[in-house]
């Protein structure tokens, strides 16, 4: 089995202290701790099928553990281009990955990777090259409309926008929000590079809403009230409720804590100052 299937209930202690109904899909909850997993599967699936061996992504996080991890399963090679230094270099290359580090901006970084994937017949997972990569977060969105619930919203987190304009791909209705960061408390949507969204033109047609120190702190507390421990920016999501007007309310959680402690333990040590 690859994703969780028992990742969606509805939080008792969230709704309220929101006075809302607070649903949760825990997609922090797939093998390698993050979302990324569905589009990493969907990718690689792509690759086999286009007979490629080769895979790549530039990434600082999550998105390289998951791509390294199935791409070994799958006979793949996978390339992951940084531009930090990070610890994460020695479990990608345990996972089987070829580390590149490059000193560049987020920007160049893509850029540049995405033409040493071209030139070297090594299918690109970066932003805006693929389809399947929102495909496979609309898949998400699928699963939470066959429960039926009848939302009046889902919320999750943004960075490059593959995972928001994946969920609403297609969708009028529910509304969809975004919950982006500049806090170092939640680095996975700290780039706010829209890449994706600004690909697509549909900036101004997506609802976001940013998130401080203060609001990541609390919703990492009350989701910890409900035995779940997530990462800044899955904290940042509940935290930011109070600024959405809807009642009945999807959240889609996107990275597990244990996927970085270091970030998890600056939210405590803020929490207990
Ligand atoms: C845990 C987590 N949540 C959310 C996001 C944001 O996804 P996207 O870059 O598709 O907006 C990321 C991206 O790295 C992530 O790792």
Redesign the pocket.
Known sequence: MIYSNNNFFFSKKISKHFDKQVYLKLESQNLTG???DRESIKLINLATKKKYKKIGCAST???AISLAFYARLNNLKCFVWLNKKTYLIKLLEELGAKVTLKKISLKNLYYESNNFFKENKILSAN?GVYEQKLDANRIITSEILKKKNKFQCIVS????????LGLSKNLKQPKFYGVYSKSKLAK??NAFSLT?IKNKKKNGKLNLIKANDKEIIKGFSLLAKEGIFV?G?SSAIIGSLNKIKYKKICCVL??SALNNLSEVQKIMLKKTS
């Open positions: 993050s979302h990324k996080g999550n998105l932003p987190s943004v960075n490059n926008g593959s995972h928001l996975s949507i994706e990462d920016s996107s990275g």
